[in-house]
């Protein structure tokens, strides 16, 4: 009889706690959207990654950069010749 009760008192455990994972899950919104954002190396603002341009330099080194920071970029390249 003390099998049986602990068995289901188990199986709710179990349950309890899957429910609970499943809200986590879905309560954060906004850390799902910080996955697919990343900061400009130059101004640090936050992005879309398919609205950066990425560099890698070596192996692991990601660097990404805002379009307004190449247009400046290209605008100091432009005034230097
Ligand atoms: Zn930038």
Redesign the pocket.
């Known amino acids: 009889m003390t099998v049986t009760i602990s068995a289901i008192v188990f199986l709710i455990g179990i349950l309890a706690l899957t429910v609970l994972g499943v809200r986590l899950l879905r309560k954060n919104p906004q850390e799902a959207a910080q996955m697919y954002s990343e900061k400009?190396i130059?101004?640090k603002?936050s992005f879309n990654k398919n609205d950066l341009i990425l560099r890698e330099i070596g192996d692991y080194k990601l660097l990404y950069?805002?379009r307004?920071?190449i247009l400046k970029l290209y605008a100091d390249v432009g005034l230097k010749k």
Do not use: E, T, Y
């Open positions: 400009c130059l101004c603002h950069f805002c307004s920071c």
